[in-house]
């Protein structure tokens, strides 16, 4: 007999235990704030604040497997030089002779990334911590500014783009983001799942609700409770991290802000009071429909599915607009290795079989999933299995070859 909301419960407690804990937390906030300090010493006058999953609230633990298991806070450096008077290779460079130029940060920092550079902190049980630091100025692309005029984006969103540096081989260009203005976005809209959230916590009279930055965004959000979307946000790229990594197709992963803005995207389109499996499962339900984009020509789909709009295959190129700036396509690798897109949503399958068919399977197949996802030890160690019956665990084919489109 299965108990499909203490399966429920244990996935949570499994993905709650692999949220960044306070001491981790608290050391992030530390190197933050110490990279910051030390770069204005050096004459660099700029504004550092995160970006990422930590100013989003969906932070969560690497897989131990991957070879980058390691906690990663993006921080954007924003100097203030104007981007007319300088070069990308310029304000990359000078970020990093900063750091070059003291005898700690020198044996932390890694090789020079394309888009920044990292500086690696001593390993916490088992798992390392970075930050990876962004050299950028404020964007002053006019036909950017006319192009979100014309889309009809608020003016205030262009105030806050930057652009950062990007290196290609030897060659240094700048790339536009706008990373305060997509923070801003997914707390609005995340806004009627807090507080969602919030009146079920009243009802059950315990813990603290996690609030995205009520202050500046130049703040790390603290590590409190996460609303449904959050959670959902948490569960899913953990299991992407699983899958690729033990399928050995870590080449063709998707990158974490294509994952997170499909989800967000698609939630404004739920019900907010959704707790975080049937939110989940709305979620997986969407994208099983968008999947149907490998089969279909573009033509019938958007006959059979004419209000998904989302994600689609335009002149047989896929499309994911960035909400902060419809002229950026955030799917243009899906277009340039086909298999991308291919593995993801094959992922969607094998992520629907896991954290929800197996919620209404036999006791020893739903334990062990939890074991091919979060290893025996993990699982032991935070669940008491002895409410399930079963048998030694068999061992599950995660990934496979894509299917054909």
Known sequence: ???????????????????????????????????????QEQGIESD???????????????????????????AVCEIKINKSDTTAEEIKKMVGDALKSDGTYRKMLQEEWDKCWTLEYADVNGIGFSVDIVPAVAEEDIVLKNTLETEGMDFTVYDSQ?????????????????????????????????SAEKQR?????????????????????????RSALQRVIQIVKYHADVYYTKGNIKEYKSASVIVTTLIAL??????????????????????????????LTESVFAERYENKNVIRRIGGQWVLKNPLNPSENLVDSWNEEPRKAQYFFQWIRILKK?????????????????????GKDYLQKSLNLSTYARKEPVNINVASKPYRS
């Open 354 to 374: 896991d954290y929800l068919t197996s919620l209404d399977t036999e006791d020893e197949n739903f334990v062990a999933v939890l074991e091919n996802n979060f």
């Open 1 to 39: 007999m299965t108990n499909r909301e203490q399966r429920e419960r244990d996935i949570l407690k499994l993905i709650e235990g692999l949220d960044i804990p306070q001491s981790l937390y608290e050391k992030a906030i530390e190197h933050y704030n110490a990279v910051a300090a030390f770069l």
């Open 48 to 74: 550092i604040y995160p970006q990422g999953s930590y100013s989003l609230g969906t932070v969560v633990r690497p897989y131990k497997e991957s070879e980058d298991a390691a906690y990663d806070l993006d």
């Open 201 to 225: 916590l009243a009802k059950r009279h315990e813990g603290r609700f996690y609030v995205l930055n009520e202050g500046t965004v130049e703040k790390i959000p603290e590590t409190q409770e």
């Open 266 to 295: 698609l939630a404004q389109e739920a019900d907010p009071s959704l707790e975080v499996f049937p939110l989940l499962s709305y979620i997986v339900e969407q994208l099983e429909i968008y999947s149907e984009n490998l089969s």
């Open 162 to 194: 930057i652009a950062i540096t990007h290196k290609n081989g030897e060659k240094y260009t700048w790339k536009t983001s706008n990373p305060k203005a997509y923070q801003n976005w997914f707390k609005k809209l995340n806004e009627s799942f807090v």
